[in-house]
């Protein structure tokens, strides 16, 4: 039997519908997808305080996507501020970055605990490799009874140093002002200011913690509302603890806080407690706002309770 010309007509139109339906559903789905894109992998590695090892490489790496992923794994791992303040054993957890969800962690109050569990571990993990490097040249100065020796005899390790935190300076003692930490509790306040407590776009975006600037186009974020005639960045980095690093160097070698580490070095020869609530009233030269910054800076202290971090002998 012959099959007439408008059946295969009809099953011609049927497959062509199906073919623009299916077309039409992707179409629809990578659309819709624009507006939810997939959250990217934030990964961690566990440190713990009792076998920390500043040299210690190749750790097992893990990963997570989402803030609640990030607040079982502190409750997993036992980390406890607590803890740490009190010289116990405690595990660090070291985050890359805050999940794409971070801005959605409700209420506010549990939000930024969760960036104060995020940041302190990095804050204490980067100032622990400052003090490794204060004690590397500590010891090689007492085995020289106290000398200061030429450059010249200088072991590579000591020049590679010096190099890093911007000292020409044949004085030991004037490359240790350099070489020293910046208490947990400033370091934290001034994050909490400059990142929105993790929510600016600086932060979000590039793990801009702290607000330096730079002039390099490439390794920077236009600030949205920059005058016409400014060419600075925001400058970004690959990960939250590049981030603290890097501001660690800013606040050791910029000769704009020479009066910090001068006031640092004077709590340490007289036996004192580095405190950052006195150390902040010599960084007004940090923001445009000068003295109201510092105030800022202080009352973020008190009002979240960081000044206990200054009561301890974490980083001392």
Known sequence: MQVAPIVYRNIGIFLVSLVLINFAIGFYKSFKGKDKPA???????????????????????????????????????????ENLLNNN??????????????????????????????LIPIIYSENLKILSERKKILDWWRESDGENFSR????????????????????????????????????????AIESGWGTSRYS??????????????????????RDEND????????????????????????????NFRERRKQLRMS???????????????YSERKQDYVNDIKEIMKSNNFLKYDKNNMLN
């Open 204 to 225: 979000r975006e590039g793990n801009a913690i702290f607000g330096q600037y730079t002039f390099d186009k490439k390794n920077g974020l236009k600030p949205l509302r």
């Open 271 to 285: 036996g004192d407690n580095l405190s950052g609530y006195q150390l902040a009233n010599f960084l007004s030269s």
């Open 39 to 81: 959250l990217f992998s934030v990964n961690y590695v566990i440190k713990n305080t009792k076998y920390y090892d500043v040299e210690k490489k190749n750790k097992k790496v893990d990963y997570i996507t989402e803030s609640s992923e990030m607040i079982e794994i502190f409750k997993k791992y036992e980390f406890s501020i």
């Open 231 to 258: 060419k600075f960045y925001i400058k970004k980095f690959a990960n939250l603890s590049a981030s603290v690093r890097s501001y660690l160097k800013n606040i050791n070698t910029h000769q704009a806080y020479e």
């Open 152 to 191: 010249d005899f200088w072991p590579q390790w000591l020049f590679e140093l010096s190099e890093k935190y911007e000292s020409n300076d044949s004085n030991l003692g004037n490359l240790l002002i350099r070489v020293d930490v910046v208490p947990i509790s400033l370091a934290l306040a001034q994050a």
């Open 89 to 118: 054993s405690a595990n660090l957890i070291i985050f890359s970055t805050l999940p794409d969800d971070f801005m959605e962690v409700q209420p506010t109050i549990e939000r930024k605990k969760l960036f104060i569990n995020t």
